[in-house]
């Protein structure tokens, strides 16, 4: 199994209200889900969704974070009450990365979005004619404190 990275008072990964709502779609079809970011070229740069327990994580992967679906405030991690997820129940995605990636990435915030297009053929969410991809930002320097701490 892999291990949690340091900083758990400060949110490292969260979710668009859109890409919420295709978690809360392929977990219809998929049951309990989960993210990895391999870091690698091509496909391999995209955030890769699977049916939770496909993929094996191992010594070389980190847990970012869960992202808590159907609950809570939108931007945060979460689905807004106005989103497809709004009384489906909630329930967590847990978000993972290879240990190299994460040392190139380990200074920045993560938000997983979803945009039109084809992604790669082992993610869940390929025949859906749409993609997750990651868009980040560094973290400001309050957060890297806590991270810090």
Not at 46 to 71: E, N, W
Request: glycine share 14%; net charge negative.
């Amino acid at each position: 199994m892999g291990h949690d990275v340091p900083g758990a008072g400060v949110a490292r990964v969260a979710l668009t209200d859109d890409a919420a709502a295709l978690l809360v779609r392929l977990r219809d079809k998929h049951g309990e889900l989960m993210f990895h970011q391999s870091g690698g070229c091509c496909d391999g740069s995209s955030p890769m969704c699977y049916p939770d327990g496909d993929f094996i994580t191992g010594d070389a992967d980190v847990h970012l974070g869960d992202l808590a679906v159907g609950a809570g405030p939108a931007g945060e991690g979460s689905a807004g009450e106005d989103s497809a997820a709004a009384g489906r129940g909630s329930f967590t995605v847990p978000v993972w990365m290879s240990r190299n990636q994460f040392e190139y990435w380990k200074h920045t915030h993560l938000t997983i979005d979803v945009v039109p297009g084809r992604g790669a053929g082992f993610s869940v969410e390929a025949p859906e004619g749409v993609r997750f991809l990651i868009r980040s930002r560094l973290f400001t320097d309050e957060e890297w404190e806590r991270l810090e701490a």
